[in-house]
């Protein structure tokens, strides 16, 4: 298929529950973008229970903008994704979410991208915010945007020297719904997981994945370290969920916490036989206390975390146990 526009119809789709918080500074930044063409937003909500719709109704009021709700009674997100796509009218898909922020010109270099480079999904980086003006919040923002915290994820690595490449999957992609219809859509199997499913699925098939690092996006981290447990928790359970359909699909991001998991069980079950084993756990958890600390007290120098790099390590601690757990427990799962 053939786009024939140069700034073609794009449909913004947002599937979302509960977001009163943010999704009236969702939907004005995706009005105020300074794309040329054509908007459509889809936002798909999943029978909130708070004052989203509310808010939705009151800035479409407020606003000229051409917003459709429709009720997602699976809740899940790759059903929303389905369900707002299956409804859009444009030739082009931009998924975002309720409690992203995109610059303002992300849709035009989004679209742009997508045009000239004839690659299949763009998308770009995504920069975390603390959700409160707390240490524990800050602290958090920072540890999913750093390496020892999410490994070689490109697109959370805004703190780096990001440049424009291939990768394994993005956030937010920018798509044509022709490639949809042709994967079959998101997985519904899926409670998380469903972008890299379908980013792996378009990498399966001959297709590109590109990050485009003028592509910014501000998201909104977890505020407490039980939201963050319960997250990267639900990360790992589904992220395992997913790789036994897609065994290829794996990185060694993936792996390592699960496996570190797994060796300090291990070696402390032998260590009660075995003084070689007690060395051996002693030797792991301090290296990975001291890196831990290293990463934590290096923050601090560089003024990347204030009073916040006191609790870093423990953030640490709760991100890489929460999603080794969530791995083991699914691994051990049986088929649904």
């Not at 956030?171 to 792996?200: M, Q, R, V």
């Not at 963050?228 to 969920?241: E, P, T």
């Amino acid at each position: 298929m053939v786009l024939e526009k140069s700034n073609p119809l794009v449909s913004v789709i947002i599937p979302c529950r509960n977001e009163e918080k943010y999704i009236t500074s969702v939907l004005e930044t995706i009005c105020n973008q300074d794309y040329h063409g054509k908007l459509e937003i889809i936002v798909v909500d999943a029978m909130s229970q708070d004052h989203t719709r509310e808010k939705i109704n009151g800035f479409e009021q407020q606003h000229e903008c051409d917003i459709a709700i429709i009720d997602n009674e699976k809740i899940i997100i790759p059903a929303g994704l389905n369900a707002g796509i299956r409804n859009a009218k444009g030739e082009i898909i931009l998924r975002m979410d309720g409690h992203a922020i995109p610059e303002k010109n992300y849709i035009r270099t989004a679209v742009n991208t997508l045009l000239t480079t004839g690659y299949d999904v763009v998308g770009g980086i995504c920069k975390s915010y603390p959700a409160k003006d707390t240490n524990i919040a800050k602290a958090i923002a920072f540890a999913i945007s750093h390496p020892f915290g999410v490994g070689d994820s490109r697109f959370r690595l805004s703190a780096g020297n990001t440049r424009p490449q291939f990768v394994d999957t993005v956030p937010f992609g920018c798509f044509k719904k022709i490639l949809w219809e042709k994967l079959g859509g998101f997985d519904e199997s899926l409670l998380t997981n469903e972008d890299y499913d379908f980013n792996y699925r378009v990498r399966q098939s001959g297709g590109k994945v590109y990050l485009e690092p003028q592509l910014i996006t501000r998201y909104y981290a977890r505020d407490s370290l039980n939201g963050l447990m319960k997250q990267y928790y639900r990360y790992g359970r589904w992220k395992c969920k997913m790789l036994k359909k897609q065994p290829r699909s794996i990185k060694w991001r993936h792996a390592v916490p699960p496996v570190f998991l797994i060796s300090i069980i291990l070696f402390a079950g032998f260590s009660f036989f075995s003084h070689f084993f007690r060395i051996l756990l002693l030797f792991e958890i301090f290296v990975y206390l001291f890196f831990n600390l290293f990463v934590s007290i290096k923050a601090r120098i560089n003024n990347k975390c204030d009073q916040s790099f006191a609790i870093l390590p423990i953030v640490f601690i709760v991100m890489h146990f929460s999603w080794g757990f969530g791995m083991l427990k699914s691994f051990f799962e049986k088929k649904s």
